[in-house]
């Protein structure tokens, strides 16, 4: 059984451009939530979707924006990348109602 | 706003040194504590919950407590693969049912030399 898939793994940009990051959830969830970590830091949550929609929202500009697909999988999408959005960027997912979160391992994200 | 303190930031110990690693909260409505460990260039595992004060949860050579105002993670006889970033995060009441977002502390990077 496969967990928590993310693309691509490691990705460079440059100041300005946009970027759209992958996650299949675990088989059997359908919530799928993203966060960022930046390096020494704990994860800080982005946002949650459930059922296509986003169910909450973290301290993030609108500049990082969302998706999820009938089939579960979910893409984040980053407009406008500043030198400060580097970082490592999770994807988790959750059945209905589950409470443990389970993380893929994460795109590295540099802007340069 | 819901806070979460680790500390110490870092910890090294010697192979079989027990010790405990701490993390402070407040929060209006604890749903659950939560740690996790993370392995360089891995995401967070899963290793615990716990959710009202009193509560403890072993795993090998972990055990997890929980207090009114934090939490602790015993280390008992580590080896060198205990080395990771562990994590501790909450989950409250606050926004509704939420089953997703958690409010992680910084970590604590813990280094266990043969």
């Known amino acids: 059984d496969a967990g928590v898939t993310q693309s691509p793994t490691h990705l460079i940009k440059t100041r300005g451009q946009q970027v759209t990051l992958r996650c299949s959830p675990k088989s059997g969830h359908d919530t799928v939530s993203w966060y960022q970590q930046a390096l020494g830091q704990g994860p800080q949550f982005i946002f949650q979707?459930?059922?296509?929609?986003?169910?909450q929202r973290g301290n993030f500009p609108d500049r990082f924006s969302g998706h999820q697909f009938p089939n579960y999988s979910s893409e984040l999408n980053v407009n406008a990348l500043l030198l400060g959005d580097s970082a490592l960027y999770l994807c988790a997912s959750s059945p209905t109602g589950g409470e443990k979160l389970f993380f893929g391992s994460g795109t590295q994200l540099s802007v340069l | 706003e819901d806070q979460v303190t680790q500390s110490p930031e870092a910890l090294r110990l010697q192979e079989g040194e027990s010790s405990s690693l701490n993390c402070s909260y407040t929060v209006s409505g604890l749903r659950g504590l939560f740690w996790y460990r993370q392995d360089p260039g891995k995401g967070p595992e899963f290793l615990f919950t716990?959710?009202?004060a009193g509560e403890e949860k072993e795993k090998e050579r972990l055990k997890a407590t929980l207090t009114k105002k934090e939490s602790f993670l015993h280390i008992t006889a580590p080896k060198p693969e205990d080395s990771a970033t562990y994590l501790c995060a909450v989950r409250t009441n606050a926004g509704g049912t939420s089953y997703g977002k958690l409010t992680f502390g910084q970590g604590t990077i813990l280094t266990v030399h043969p």
């Open positions: 716990l959710y009202s």
């Open positions: 979707y459930y059922e296509e929609e986003e169910r």
